[in-house]
């Protein structure tokens, strides 16, 4: 297995990618190496699926959130899916996307950066657009640029009423009055101005967009000047346990037909999904190192890749691995998990569903993690050691309208 690669928790391993010629699947894997340090399996066919999938449905431009999963062989995924266009926040981002792909349109979406993060995206990393929430952003990214001799492309960041399953409207955003007063003010330094928003991560509810939509085109009448860019940000789901999102084609559907009712067409649209083309193409394995009752101690957890499963209470699917195992399965059982760490908040509330004889030793695969689980690792109590493998399974929750792979 000599694609097993040993990764810590946040720096990329700086090295080309060889794809194998035909991949593993994690029970193949398990059964090889019986791993007793967290397995990253990582599906490179279901990200570049899920990139095709999305680029192919969306009516206008697609930018990958780095944030989500910025591991680089999910980034070399997303590229082999036709993704072209990287959303950053922070400019370790952006030189990584810089250094694997030259070619690649960098967009730092980030309201409130240091000026040395401007400085090194514009001078050192051809940079050109950039979102502000304030006044007070627009004056630094004109300072720091000397206005790009006119070449900017400013993007102002709306606030709108959350709708995800995670709130990302709370921290940035102009209100709909200080937004138009930015579009006029960024105008005349822009040789591109956009708006763009985020209705919240994991939304269920595609009209949020069309509703977000809504208010962008009045900040837009308000501002009294052309926009070129609608961008609607992040937060397209994936499916849960127990979570089926309305399949994608449905928030295709509001985001053109919005776009046609409130008389946006003059305008390109934008997207900046991160879970929908990350989520469902990593999982992990883990290996039970003791059971209590419904309680299983396993080798992963809150500060490691698992943290959504902790105070945030997202539940992921969790099937077990037994390695030759003839016996027939257990009927499944609801279990608590508890990390590795010393600390009491290192708990998994669930429940997991797996069978019931589980025991120390047994591998459990718990899947749907591609989008903020290994990008949240700690080195917290030294559990920092993981293993990653790219693998053929498909994901372990079909998401509607996603491809098939
Ligand atoms: C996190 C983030 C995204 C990605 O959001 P998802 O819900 O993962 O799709 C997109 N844009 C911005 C500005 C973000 O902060």
Not at 46 to 51: D, L, P, Q, S
Not at 163 to 186: H, I, M, R
Not at 223 to 228: I, L, N, R
Request: charged share 20%; proline share 9%; aromatic share 8%.
């Amino acid at each position: 297995m000599n694609m097993l690669l040993t990764r810590s928790a946040v720096s990329p391993v700086r090295r080309r990618f060889d794809a194998p010629p035909s991949l593993p699947t994690i029970d193949a894997v398990v059964a090889a190496e019986r791993p007793d340090e967290p397995l990253h399996c990582l599906r490179p066919e279901v990200i570049a699926a899920a990139a095709r999938g999305f680029v192919a449905a969306f009516p206008g431009s697609v930018l990958y959130a780095v944030k989500c999963n910025p591991e680089p062989r999910v980034l070399r995924a997303l590229w082999a899916g036709g993704l072209r266009r990287f959303d950053c926040a922070s400019p370790a981002e952006v030189a990584l996307v810089r250094q694997m792909f030259p070619a690649a349109s960098i967009h730092y979406m980030h309201p409130v950066k240091p000026r040395s993060a401007i400085r090194t995206a514009f001078a050192d990393f051809g940079v050109r657009d950039f979102v502000i929430d304030s006044r007070e952003e627009l004056a630094k990214i004109l300072s720091v640029t000397g206005d790009a001799a006119g070449g900017l492309g400013l993007f102002v960041r709306l606030a709108v009423p959350n709708a995800g399953a995670y709130d990302l409207t709370g921290k940035f955003g102009a209100p709909a009055d200080v937004a138009a007063e930015l579009l006029a003010a960024a105008r005349p330094h822009a040789a591109r101005l956009g708006v763009s928003f985020h209705v919240g991560s994991q939304c269920l509810r595609p009209q949020a967009y069309a509703e977000a939509m809504a208010l962008a085109a009045r900040v837009i009448a308000a501002g009294g000047v052309a926009v070129d860019v609608v961008d609607v940000g992040g937060g397209f789901p994936v499916s849960y346990p127990e979570i089926t999102p309305p399949p994608l084609s449905a928030y295709m559907a509001a985001i053109a037909d919005a776009r046609d009712r409130l008389g946006l067409t003059d305008s390109e649209l934008w997207a900046e999904p991160g879970r929908a083309l990350a989520g469902a193409g990593t999982s992990v394995v883990v290996q039970v190192q003791h059971r209590r009752d419904d309680a299983l101690y396993i080798n992963d957890g809150v500060y490691g890749s698992l943290s959504d499963a902790g105070a945030p209470g997202f539940r992921f699917p969790a099937r077990l691995i037994r390695p030759g195992s003839t016996l027939p399965a257990a009927p499944l059982q609801p279990f608590r998990l508890f990390g590795p760490t010393c600390d009491s908040a290192d708990r998994m509330a669930g429940p997991f569903l797996l069978p019931a004889d589980t025991i120390e030793g047994d591998w459990i695969e718990i899947g749907q993690l591609g989008a903020y689980g290994a990008a949240l690792r700690t080195a917290f109590n030294g559990f920092d050691r993981a293993r990653l493998v790219d693998v053929c399974d498909p994901p372990m929750l079909a998401t509607p309208g996603h491809a098939a792979v």
